[in-house]
């Protein structure tokens, strides 16, 4: 039986939730039922059967830290990198579970495929991980440094700090094949994203607050040119109604018919490098960037939601750490499954 922890000392509280950098940890309304949910998990999920809060405690104390300083130094010097981590981890999460299988080089790797040739952060995890294979060697996942490396790029760019449990394993398996038929594409449907969503154990509200991602980071532009057609002129016009007239204009300037293949736009126009709850303003503004963001919107099961994270960023706060301790758990391998890499790059032979 899940119970509510409310009542612990704090001390024990904090190995076990987020702190929010904006909404105090007193004021917190649904504190109670996160901690349930934490608990929920732990007790009942497979996925979490052999994960735990702070797994690396006696064998590499200061993993967390080295992972986060790694992070936050990067960040400092290339204010995408939080937004490409993030990215990073949804990718690897979503095909073979969270395994670290996205990092895997080679041809027919996962890494090869289109839909992932414009991931980056690559560097960010390496260098962690060398540094641990320094202090802690054979100890640490690359799966679990994905996993901390996109918590902490949340946290430094103003989003909740949250404790999540580790123990992932490293995969052996990345193939190119098994990419697109996981991961969402900015042309997707509802029902098109719901079936991929549902078959990773996540809900419906799990797509509209882990979709809040796109409050930072950026796109190219072939990422959202399915809502423009050109016309004789060699100009883009727009023909997605959904989006207000005067972003598309800009887009269009931005991204015009001609434009270079490394040109990008950041996702949210408003606060690029925050994160916050702006992404929803952007959606209620019909200034969603993808068409995947804009059926959010203009679906009866998600406007509602939609609408209510644009108004609440605590909401939003809370709700985005539950549901990434669930994205997070996709599918990971523990106890003698997989291997501790000694590189990220490869398995160990």
């Known amino acids: 039986m899940a ?3 409310c009542s612990l000392p704090k001390k024990a509280l904090k190995n076990l939730l987020m702190e929010t950098t904006s909404v105090p940890f007193s004021a917190r309304p649904h504190l109670c039922s996160f901690l349930a949910l934490v608990l929920l ?3 009942s999920s497979p996925c979490f059967a052999s994960l735990f809060f702070n797994f690396y405690g006696a064998s590499c104390p200061a993993a967390e830290l ?3 300083n790694k992070v936050r130094s ?11 981590l993030v990215r990073l981890v949804f990718h690897d999460c979503f095909v073979e579970g969270c395994d670290a299988s996205v990092l895997l ?7 090869s495929d289109p839909g992932n040739r414009s991931l980056g952060g690559f560097q960010v995890i390496d260098s962690a991980k060398r540094n641990l294979e320094i202090f802690c060697p054979g100890t640490v996942s690359c799966a679990d440094v994905v996993a901390l490396a996109a918590r902490d790029a949340v946290a430094i760019s103003g989003g909740p700090q949250l404790q999540i449990p580790t123990g992932r394993r490293d995969g052996r398996v990345s193939a190119a094949a098994n990419v697109r038929p996981n991961i969402i594409d900015t042309t997707f449907t509802m029902n098109e994203m719901i079936s991929i969503f549902t078959a990773k154990g996540l809900s419906l509200e799990d797509l509209v607050v882990l979709s809040g991602a796109h409050t930072i980071g950026s796109a190219h532009c072939s990422a959202f040119r399915d809502r423009f057609q050109e016309n004789s002129k060699g100009k883009l016009t727009l023909i997605d109604s959904s989006l207000d007239k ?3 204009n800009e887009l269009t300037q931005r991204c015009p018919v001609d434009a270079s293949d490394s040109i990008t736009v950041v996702n949210d126009p408003e606060t690029s490098l925050s994160f916050d709850n702006q992404y929803y303003r952007n959606l209620v503004a019909h ?5 995947s963001d804009s059926v959010l919107l203009d679906d009866n099961r998600t406007r509602n939601l939609v609408e209510d994270l644009a108004n609440d960023q605590g909401r939003f706060f809370e709700s985005w750490s539950q549901s990434f301790l669930k994205l997070t758990s996709i599918g990971v391998k523990t106890g003698e499954e997989g291997e501790i890499r000694q590189s ?6």
Request: glycine residues 12%.
């Open 74 to 84: 990067a960040s400092s010097s290339d204010p995408t990198i939080p937004g490409k």
């Open 66 to 68: 080295i992972v986060s």
């Open 41 to 43: 998990y732990v007790v």
């Open 246 to 248: 005067n972003y598309a």
């Open 105 to 111: 080089q080679g041809n027919g790797t996962e890494r």
């Open 3 to 5: 119970v509510c922890v």
């Open 287 to 291: 200034k969603g960037l993808f068409q």
């Open 344 to 349: 990220c790059s490869m398995t160990n032979g």
